[in-house]
């Protein structure tokens, strides 16, 4: 079931990171949740990292940190996507 929750977030957070991203994306939908994941694994290293992964109540600053890490790395995946795309074209 955890797996499951993972690709759920991944795809949510992945898409929030999209929108909040400017310009379009180019990554497709299977890499944006690929990427959803990794900034949610991302941020709550973070939040362990500085102590705030388990609060009571709902853990916003966690929340928050895994939706910063999904735009991180939205934003940089998508770059090397297109850039990869790019040049596989002008082979």
Do not use: E
């Not at 990554?27 to 944006?32: G, R």
């Not at 690929?34 to 990292?49: E, H, K, M, P, R």
């Not at 705030?52 to 928050?64: A, K, P």
């Amino acid at each position: 079931m955890g797996w499951l929750w993972a690709i759920i977030v991944g795809l949510v957070l992945g898409l929030i990171a999209k929108a909040i991203l400017p310009g379009k994306q180019q990554i497709p939908l299977w890499l944006t949740t690929v990427f959803g994941i990794l900034g949610s694994v991302l941020g709550n290293a973070v939040a362990t990292w500085i102590g705030v992964n388990d609060t009571r109540g709902i853990d916003w600053t966690r929340h928050l940190l895994q939706l910063i890490g999904a735009v991180a790395v939205v934003g940089v995946g998508d770059m090397l996507w297109a850039s990869m795309r790019r040049s596989k074209q002008r082979a």
